[in-house]
């Protein structure tokens, strides 16, 4: 069973930065998928960014058009943590973001679903103000 661990989310003024991070634990497959949505009060979740991995290699980075060019999915293999880079955030970047992760390599299509996932972080608060 794969647990994800999030952290970073935090208050930030408009044009500010934050950084997200996501530790996964008890992850069995050497193929996966890891990915950021968001979630408004009301709102559906929504599909901000996911990479795919196999062993130390990193496949098709995919991004949400109202993040692309300000937001940045990585990992960090020797501390088995994955990132989100946030940069020039907007008040409508507020949210409550989720880390996801599946047992499954994505190409250029598909994955931006929540219910491509099997796993979830518990989530992160981040605030954007004007």
């Known amino acids: 069973q794969v647990q994800l661990v999030e952290s970073g989310g935090g208050l930030v003024q408009a044009g500010g930065s934050l950084r997200l991070s996501c530790a996964p634990s008890?992850?069995?497959?050497?193929?996966?998928?890891n990915a950021w949505f968001r979630q408004c009060p009301g709102k559906e979740r929504e599909f901000v960014a996911r990479m795919s991995w196999s062993g130390s290699s990193t496949y098709y980075a995919v991004y949400a058009n109202s993040v692309k060019g300000r937001f940045t999915i990585s990992r960090d293999n020797a501390k088995n943590t994955v990132y989100l880079q946030m940069n020039s955030l907007k008040p409508e970047d507020t949210a409550v973001y989720y880390c996801?992760?599946?047992?499954?390599?994505?190409?250029?299509?598909?994955?931006?679903?929540?219910?491509?996932?099997?796993?979830w972080g518990q989530g992160t608060q981040v605030t954007v103000s004007s």
């Open positions: 008890g992850r069995t497959s050497s193929s996966y998928t």
């Open positions: 996801a992760a599946a047992d499954r390599l994505y190409n250029s299509y598909g994955g931006s679903t929540s219910y491509e996932y099997t796993y």
